[in-house]
Structures are given as structure tokens and as C-alpha cells.
């Protein structure tokens, strides 16, 4: 029989067999692009009717957290259908499954979290070690939660984050999925998908998850919280955020602010690559960290012309954006790992994979031992281009 025969006959047969693999209409389904996970807390319930006077916190059905979920309105999406482009649905549970079974009872629909694009984590549940490690068991068993999706926590409510309306934007997660491509232009903004974040508390139990906040109108993504043993066990700032994204060599492009000469010389970092390697000295152990930039002169003076095509100035400049990033990643090293003893660089995976004898020697008392080690930072910064200049 020919080919082409064979190829219409199978076509043919799969046809009929195309559809809607699970049967459920797409009317019937709620698609959740943000969703806040706040922890419950009884006495604020009890001050809105929900919780009796001097009723036990286990005497509670629901007393453990509160989920909140936005999805699109699918009708106005497709031109048929009318009302707010969103709509938002909070409800609480002791687990997340509860949670989302009752919240389909009263929708009346399923929800599904193929296109979920934002988890935000309120901080009061982001401190609570057992219920931060259910919810990150409950994401990772799921198998429709992909893991590129954008794990944050916020200062306060996850749910009051979720109310602030956006006007560019009705889906707050692709809101966020847009500030977030800002990361290529600013270190500010961490570089932690939820994929990074699981796998790091996999292997050091520590990593960092971006910082997220909201005014009534205004969403700011920048800093990031510390994770210690699976919880968060405080903030990194701006600048401190860059300093880890230069260790995890996670720089895409950045900007540097110098004084040189009493002028402030700004440099745009265009090129970076970190080499990360464990070293033995007398007994003492060392993170060394080699970061190699490459840059442009973004901005001078204006008619000054000279000195930004001497190579003796440019090296000078280059010399001071060096000498700035040596200290921003020795400072933020020495407080993660004194302030907050997390290794957010994962120096025991280092060990692990390319010091084996001493990993052996250290493991079980590395808890103890990070805190001890030391830190050499290499800075080495060329500038590359000097603009435009007529």
C-alpha cells in the first residue's frame, strides 16, 4: 500500500478521537492567573463575626489559611459576555485542598492553574515554618503549576496585594510577569523562579524568593526575603538583592553609579560571569568568588571630552565599579551568612560536587561551620564602549 494511503488512513481514525480530554466545558472553568496565600488568624475573624468569643483555635473548622484567587472573565475576553474584566474569591481551609474544593462548590466551577502566572505569600505565613512547607508540598505535587511561575511574598497581606487594582493591566500575574522581564535591565529584581526555590531549599534549605509590595495603585517588585529551613527569616534591600544575583551569576544587565573625579559616573554591566569555587587555607575555609564584567560609560559631562577616550581614565572608572561590587557582595555575604546563617549560594553544593574528601569532613557540622567561613570576592571590570559622542 502506498505511504500516502497509510498516512490519510491514520489521520482518519485520529480524528474522532480529538476533543476535550477531561470533559469540562470552558465556561466551567475558573482560570486562575494570581493566587495569595495569607495565613488565618482567629482573633482578626473574631473581630469580623466569623469566630465566637473565647472559642478554641482547634474548636475552628477553618482556622489555618486563607486563599485568594484572581481569574479573568472569559465571557468579556471573547467578546461575549459583560462586567468587570476579573473577578477575585477568597475562602479559608486547614489545607489547601479544602480550600479549593469548597471555592469550587460556590463558583460553581473548577478551578485551573495551567495559565496561574503568581503565588503570593502574605509574610505572617511566609514565618511559619510547617505551614510554609505544606504549601510549598501542595505546589509541587501540582502537576499544573508550572515550574517557571513567579513565588513571592510580600510584606503584609497577600490578599489586600491582590485587591490593588492595575489599570494597565486587568490580570494582575501577567502584570507582574511584565515587571519581572525588567530583570533583564536591573539586578534589583531577583532572578528566583519557583523552580529556583525548590530546588535550593532541596539542597541547602535556604534561597531567596523576590520581594513584592503594592500601594493603591502601584505595584514595586524589588529586594527579596531570605529562606531559612523553609520559612522566611528576613529581607535583603535593592542593592543586596543585586550583590546575590552577581554570586549566583544571575546579572543579565545592570547599572553601576560611581564617584569619580566628584562626578557621578554611571556604568551599564552588559556582560557578567561568576566563578564560584571552595577553597582549604591553613585549616580555614574559603568562598571565592571571581566575577569578571564587561561595560559602557553611560553618562559624563557634557563637552567634556578627553579624559572618556584616555585609557588610564576608563580603567580608573572601571576600577571604582569593581571596587563598589567587591564591597556590596562581601557585606551581603557576611549578613546572610551571619545575620541570617542561610547559604543562599549554596556553598555546601560547591563542597559537595567538587571538594568531596572535605564535604565528608564538614557536613554534619556545617550548620555550625558556614557561619565561620570566609569570603574572597575578585572584581574585574572593562569598559568596554563610551557611547555616542559627536
Known sequence: MPRWRIVSILLLICMPLT??????????????????????????????????????????????????YRYPNTGLIAGKGEGKPGYQLSSVGRTLTDVNSEVSTKLGANLFFGHLKLVVIGEDLAEDEELMREVLDYIERNAMIGRKINYMITPGKAKEFLEVEVPQEPAIGLHVRDILEQSMITSQIADADLGYILRALHESKAAIAPKISASKEELKVAGAAVLKDYKKVGWLGDMETGAVMFMLGKIKTTEITVTVDKLFIPVTIYNSRTDVRVEERDGQIYAVFDI?????????????????????????VAKAVSEKIKRQVENTFIKTQKEYGADVVQINEQLRKHKPDLWEKVRDDWEKIFPQIKVDVNVETKIRRIGVVR
Open 19 to 68: 476533543g476535550c480530554w477531561d470533559k469540562i466545558e470552558i465556561e466551567q472553568r475558573a482560570f486562575v492567573t494570581s493566587m495569595g496565600i495569607d495565613k488565618f488568624d482567629p482573633k482578626e475573624a473574631e473581630k469580623k463575626g466569623g469566630v465566637k468569643e473565647g472559642q478554641a483555635p482547634e474548636d475552628i473548622p477553618r482556622n489555618r489559611y486563607i486563599v485568594t
Open 292 to 316: 569578571e564584567n564587561e561595560g559602557e560609560l553611560s553618562q559624563h559631562l557634557f563637552e567634556v571630552r578627553g579624559s572618556t577616550y584616555e585609557d588610564a581614565y576608563l580603567q580608573k
